[in-house]
C-alpha cells in the first residue's frame, strides 16, 4: 500500500492494510493437497450395480463410487446423506438414491456426477429405474411411475407398497404388498408371479437372474424364488438366509447359515435342494447380481468381488475402511488409526496390541484405553510401542487436556485425572449417572473438568472439591462440545453447529464459526498445539471439510479439499504445521489424509 506525497491519509485508509498485523492473521495460510493412507477393514459398502460395460456403481457411506471393471475410482458424487436406495439405469448413464428422512429420490448422471432430477417421495419403501428411464416408486400410496425430466407422475397401482426393487435391465420389479411379494413387469404392472405367505411378508435382500425373468427374495425367514410365467417356489423354507442369486443353469447361489466360513451354497431353483457348497477364497461375498458375460458381483466385509460363479478366481476390488477414531505417533509424526473392532493400526499396518477402544492425541502425547487382564488400561503410544500407565478399571470414556500431560478417564458415575509425568491418579470427582455417555475437557492445568452430560445442563467441576459451577457461556446458549486452548480461550461448539468463542474471563463471545451438527462419529473440534488455530468439522451442499479458524480473529483463513466422510477425527502435528484427519478426499479412496500447512 502506498500513498503519494501530500496525499491527505484517512484512517479509515489504513485499517484494510493494518488488521491483519494488529489481529494476527496468518495472512497466505493455506492447506496442501494432503497425502492420502488406505486401510483395510470393514469398508461399509452398503449396495452395488454392475453397468454394461462391466463397470461398478456402489454406496459408501455418504458418497456414490463409480468405479472401472478393474476398480479405479473414476468419480465421486457425494450425496449428503448416507447413500441407500441405489439403482442404475438400464444404459448406466444415471444412478438414483433415496433420502429416506427428507422423503426424495435424486438421479445421477453418473458422467460428471450432476444431480439432474429431485423427486418427492414421502414414505417411500422402493424405488428403481424401469427400462426407459422413468423411475418407479413404491410407497403406502401405491406404485408410481415418474418421469424424471418433467417429474409427471402416474399411478399404475393404488394398493399399498412395501418394497420395490427394480431389476438391473429395468424390465421387472419384485414388489412387497403386506403378506404378499410379487415379480411384475414394468412396463403395465402386470404380475407375472407371485408367493402368499402364511403371515406378514417383509422383503430383504433380492438378486435377480441375468435376463431378470427369475429372482430370489427373502421373504420373511424364507427364500422364495419367483419366475415369470411360473408359480413360485420356496428354495430355503426356515434359516439365516441372506441372499440368493438365480443362475443361468436353474439353480440359485445362496449365502445362508454361518456367513464367517466364507460359504455359498449351490441350490435347485425348483425343489431347493442342496446341491453344492462353494468355499469363497478370502472371506464371505453376498451375492447382488449377474453380469452378461456370467460374472457375479459379490459385496464382503473389505469390498467388492467379480468373477465366475463361486468367486475361486474373482477380481477383489477393496474399499477403504471408516475409522472410528486416531492420532499421531508423537515420536514419528505417523498416522495412528484406530479400526472398527478395536484394531491399532500405524501408518497403516496393525500393531500387536490388545483391542483399543479409545485414542487421542493432544500435543506431543497420544493416550489410549487398551483391553486388559483386569479389564481396560490407560497406556501412552510412543515410537510404534503402547506402554502401560495404569489400570483404568472400568472407565469406558477418555480425554486429554490441550498439553497432552494429563488425562480424564471416567465410566457412569466417577472421573478420575492421570498425569503423564507419573502415572498416577491425581484427583477424582464422582457425579453418579452424570457421566457415562458425557462429554468431558479438561483445562489445560487439569484442574477443571468440563462436563456436558447426555441430559440436563453442563457445569464446570473443580477437581480440587467438587465444587461445580455454570458454564461461562452466554445466557442460553447450550453446549455439545467444548474445548481449550493452551491460552485460555474457550471453544463452544452448540447442538445446532455453531462454535463460539470466548476469551477467558469474558461471557460474550467475539466470534461464532458456522459448521456442521454435531453427530456421534465426528470429531470435535481441536486447538493447534500453538493455539493460533482452531480446525472445526463443517459441511455444506457440497459435502465435508474441516476449516481452520483463526484464534485471534475468529475469521476462517483455510479450509480443507471436499472430504468424503465427517471426520471420525483430527489430530494436528506438535509443531502446528500439519493436520490428520479421519475422513478420506472425495476423490480418493482413502481412510485417513494427512494435509501439510502452507504459508
Known amino acids: 500500500m502506498t500513498f503519494r506525497l501530500g496525499t491527505p491519509i484517512r484512517p479509515a485508509a489504513l485499517l484494510p492494510a493494518l488488521l491483519p498485523a494488529l489481529l494476527g492473521t496468518a495472512a497466505g495460510l493455506g ?6 493412507l488406505n486401510l483395510s477393514g470393514p469398508s461399509g459398502v452398503t449396495e452395488a450395480r454392475l453397468t454394461p460395460d462391466e463397470g461398478i456403481v456402489a454406496c459408501l457411506a455418504e458418497r456414490l463410487l463409480v468405479l472401472t ?9 457425494p450425496t449428503g446423506t448416507p447413500c441407500a436406495g441405489l439403482s442404475v439405469s438400464a444404459d448406466g448413464r444415471s444412478a438414483l438414491t433415496r433420502d429416506d428422512a427428507a422423503g ?11 444431480a439432474t432430477a429431485r423427486l418427492t417421495a414421502p414414505q417411500a419403501t422402493g424405488a428403481g429405474f424401469a427400462a426407459d428411464g422413468a423411475v418407479l416408486i413404491g410407497s403406502p400410496r401405491g406404485l408410481e411411475r415418474v418421469d424424471p425430466a418433467s417429474a409427471q407422475r402416474r399411478t399404475l397401482d393404488s394398493a399399498p407398497v412395501t418394497a420395490l426393487v427394480t431389476s438391473p435391465d429395468g424390465t421387472h420389479a419384485v414388489v412387497g404388498r403386506a403378506s404378499r411379494v410379487q415379480l411384475i ?5 402386470a404380475v407375472r408371479s407371485g408367493h402368499a405367505c402364511d403371515d406378514s411378508c417383509p422383503v430383504g435382500t433380492v438378486g435377480f437372474s441375468a435376463d431378470s425373468r427369475s429372482a430370489a427374495v427373502q421373504a420373511g425367514s424364507q427364500l422364495v424364488a419367483l419366475r415369470a410365467g411360473f408359480p413360485s417356489t420356496v428354495v430355503v423354507r426356515e434359516g439365516r438366509t441372506l441372499a440368493g442369486l438365480p443362475q443361468r ?25 442342496r446341491e453344492r457348497t462353494l468355499i469363497v477364497p478370502g472371506g464371505p461375498l453376498r451375492p447382488i447380481q449377474s453380469s452378461a458375460t456370467g460374472d457375479m458381483l459379490g459385496i464382503g466385509a473389505a469390498g467388492l468381488a ?30 495412528a488409526a484406530l479400526l472398527p473392532g478395536g484394531t491399532l493400526t500405524l501408518a497403516g499396518a496393525p500393531l500387536t496390541t490388545p483391542p483399543v477402544t479409545a485414542l487421542q492425541t493432544m500435543n506431543r502425547a497420544t493416550w489410549l484405553l487398551v483391553t486388559g487382564s483386569g479389564g481396560l488400561n490407560l497406556a501412552q503410544l510412543d515410537a510404534g510401542k503402547v506402554r502401560t500407565v495404569t489400570p483404568a478399571g472400568n472407565a469406558t470414556h477418555l480425554s486429554v487436556n490441550h498439553w497432552g500431560n494429563a488425562a480424564a478417564i471416567w465410566n457412569d458415575d466417577r472421573l478420575s485425572v492421570v498425569s503423564q509425568k507419573t502415572g498416577k491418579v491425581t484427583a ?31 457445569f464446570v467441576a473443580l477437581l480440587a472439591n467438587g465444587k461445580r459451577f455454570g458454564l461461562p457461556t452466554a445466557p442460553g446458549r447450550r453446549a ?28 460474550v463471545p467475539y466470534a461464532t464459526v458456522r459448521a456442521a451438527p454435531p453427530i456421534r462419529t465426528l470429531s470435535p473440534a481441536r486447538f493447534s498445539p500453538d493455539s493460533t488455530l482452531l480446525a472445526v468439522p463443517a459441511r455444506d451442499e457440497r459435502g465435508w471439510r474441516v476449516d481452520l479458524v483463526n484464534t485471534a480473529t475468529g475469521r476462517v483463513d483455510a479450509r480443507t479439499p471436499a472430504l468424503a466422510d465427517p471426520p471420525s477425527f483430527i489430530t494436528w502435528a506438535a509443531d502446528s504445521r500439519a493436520l490428520t484427519v479421519g475422513a478420506s478426499r472425495l476423490e480418493r479412496l482413502d481412510s485417513v489424509t494427512v494435509f501439510p500447512l502452507t504459508d
Open 306 to 335: 467379480v468373477g465366475p460363479a463361486g468367486w475361486a478366481t474373482a477380481r477383489r476390488l477393496p474399499l477403504p475402511t471408516l475409522t472410528a477414531g486416531g492420532g499421531t505417533d508423537p515420536a514419528t509424526g505417523q498416522p
Open 480 to 507: 455439545a462440545d467444548v474445548q481449550i486452548s493452551g491460552k485460555g480461550v474457550l471453544a463452544f461448539t452448540a447442538p445446532d453447529g455453531t462454535t463460539d468463542l470466548y476469551q477467558p474471563g469474558n461471557r
Open 428 to 458: 477424582t470427582l464422582s457425579a453418579p449417572g452424570q457421566l457415562g455417555a458425557a462429554r468431558v475437557t479438561l483445562s489445560p492445568d487439569a484442574t477443571r473438568a468440563f462436563i456436558l452430560p447426555a441430559q440436563g445442563e453442563g
Open 104 to 114: 426424495t429420490v435424486t438421479v445421477w448422471r453418473l458422467a460428471d456426477g450432476t
Open 249 to 273: 443353469d436353474g439353480s440359485v447361489l445362496t449365502l445362508e447359515g454361518d456367513t464367517r466360513t466364507g460359504e455359498v451354497v449351490r441350490r435347485d431353483l425348483l425343489t431347493g435342494r
Open 69 to 77: 471393471p478393474s476398480g479405479s475410482l473414476l468419480r465421486a458424487v
Open 185 to 189: 413387469a414394468t412396463g403395465d404392472a
Open 31 to 36: 492447506i496442501g493437497p494432503g497425502s492420502g
